[in-house]
């Protein structure tokens, strides 16, 4: 248990930072669009860069990643389903896809296979499952979504392939996967240079959503400048729908892990240890990520912040349950 607590401890207290910043002024009134930005702009894709450039691309054929893959399926389609139910756009049904089925493989997922799983090689095919299959097929549908007219189907075409040259996370998550591929290693500065934006990544996501929890809501939440063209600005809601907020939580933090888990032991027999990396990676919570690019997007933002707080909150339970009734440490 010390272990988890260990490992939530920094989300909890860089989002409290975001929230006092926020609360004080501190940062001034646009702080939490602007700190999106360079998340997404710029911390976000040199982070991608680095991890997936010096991860060997053979992680992805290990068997138990397929039970990841499965409960990942699963907890994505119920939280379509969801968002169908509610009569959300097409955008904030992706974004529900995300908060019930996107975990936290980075900040969080790192230190619990580090201390939980004892090795956190794990979390590097999960890792890149997320940011070189999913995350191109979540942003593919946001910018295609977002417009303020439905495009033809050349244009959406041509807005498809272009898509990686004008997002750039998809891009930095590419260049690692050609870097990788090919065995290539940037020079020593330029190396460090995107080590150090890199490592700004987390924390600054993290501060965003402390700082979107002082944010009045029902002001503009409208996509800035530069994020998929025509997106309209809406007005946020006071709050999600609580119903739907719950089924995301349900779903991310208890329904994937469990099918992670059906799928592991039924189907793929796995043993014990990539049995537990499969159950535990799928238990983490939701990515602030989600929030994120709900933010930029104006696609269910408030949805997204609450989904990544409380699936924070309840997974502390779950993980612990998990690890501890698998033989975790």
Request: no cysteine.
């Given at each position: 248990?010390?272990?988890?607590?260990?490992?939530?401890?920094?989300?909890?207290?860089?989002?409290?930072?975001?929230?006092?910043?926020?609360?004080?002024?501190?940062?001034?009134?646009?702080?939490?669009?602007?700190?999106?930005?360079?998340?997404?702009?710029?911390?976000?894709?040199?982070?991608?860069?680095?991890?997936?450039?010096?991860?060997?691309?053979?992680?992805?054929?290990?068997?138990?990643?397929?039970?990841?893959?499965?409960?990942?399926?699963?907890?994505?389609?119920?939280?379509?389903?969801?968002?169908?139910?509610?009569?959300?756009?097409?955008?904030?049904?992706?974004?529900?896809?995300?908060?019930?089925?996107?975990?936290?493989?980075?900040?969080?997922?790192?230190?619990?296979?580090?201390?939980?799983?004892?090795?956190?090689?794990?979390?590097?095919?999960?890792?890149?499952?997320?940011?070189?299959?999913?995350?191109?097929?979540?942003l593919a549908v946001l910018d295609a979504t977002t417009g303020a007219a439905p495009p033809s189907p050349g244009e959406r075409l041509r807005r498809?392939?272009?898509?990686?040259?004008?997002?750039?996370?998809?891009?930095?998550?590419?260049?690692?996967?050609?870097?990788?591929?090919?065995?290539?290693?940037?020079?020593?500065?330029?190396?460090?240079?995107?080590?150090?934006?890199?490592?700004?990544?987390?924390?600054?996501?993290?501060?965003?959503?402390?700082?979107?929890?002082?944010?009045?809501?029902?002001?503009?939440?409208?996509?800035?400048?530069?994020?998929?063209?025509?997106?309209?600005?809406?007005?946020?809601?006071?709050?999600?729908?609580?119903?739907?907020?719950?089924?995301?939580?349900?779903?991310?933090?208890?329904?994937?892990?469990?099918?992670?888990?059906?799928?592991?032991?039924?189907?793929?027999?796995?043993?014990?240890?990539?049995?537990?990396?499969?159950?535990?990676?799928?238990?983490?919570?939701?990515?602030?990520?989600?929030?994120?690019?709900?933010?930029?997007?104006?696609?269910?933002?408030?949805?997204?912040?609450?989904?990544?707080?409380?699936?924070?909150?309840?997974?502390?339970?779950?993980?612990?349950?998990?690890?501890?009734?698998?033989?975790?440490?």
């Amino acid at each position: 248990m010390g272990a988890l607590v260990a490992a939530f401890a920094p989300i909890w207290v860089l989002t409290a930072v975001g929230w006092l910043a926020g609360r004080t002024g501190l940062l001034g009134a646009d702080a939490e669009g602007v700190l999106s930005r360079f998340v997404f702009h710029v911390a976000m894709p040199a982070a991608l860069f680095t991890v997936v450039a010096r991860t060997d691309l053979a992680s992805f054929a290990d068997t138990w990643v397929l039970a990841f893959v499965a409960g990942t399926a699963v907890a994505s389609l119920l939280g379509l389903l969801a968002g169908r139910r509610t009569g959300r756009t097409a955008a904030e049904r992706t974004v529900a896809v995300m908060a019930a089925g996107y975990v936290n493989s980075g900040n969080l997922g790192i230190p619990v296979a580090a201390q939980v799983l004892g090795d956190a090689s794990f979390v590097a095919p999960v890792l890149l499952f997320q940011v070189l299959l999913v995350t191109p097929v979540v942003l593919a549908v946001l910018d295609a979504t977002t417009g303020a007219a439905p495009p033809s189907p050349g244009e959406r075409l041509r807005r498809l392939a272009l898509l990686p040259l004008r997002n750039p996370v998809i891009l930095g998550a590419g260049l690692g996967a050609l870097f990788s591929a090919a065995d290539w290693q940037l020079p020593g500065p330029l190396a460090h240079s995107a080590d150090l934006l890199g490592a700004a990544a987390v924390p600054a996501a993290l501060v965003t959503l402390g700082l979107s929890l002082h944010t009045p809501l029902g002001t503009p939440s409208g996509t800035p400048p530069g994020i998929a063209p025509g997106t309209p600005r809406g007005i946020a809601p006071q709050r999600p729908e609580r119903g739907e907020l719950a089924v995301a939580v349900l779903v991310k933090a208890v329904g994937q892990p469990l099918a992670a888990l059906a799928a592991g032991a039924l189907l793929l027999h796995l043993p014990g240890p990539q049995l537990r990396a499969a159950v535990l990676l799928s238990a983490l919570p939701t990515a602030q990520n989600v929030y994120v690019y709900a933010r930029l997007y104006g696609a269910a933002p408030v949805l997204a912040r609450s989904a990544v707080l409380v699936s924070t909150v309840l997974s502390m339970l779950t993980l612990s349950v998990a690890a501890w009734s698998l033989g975790g440490g």
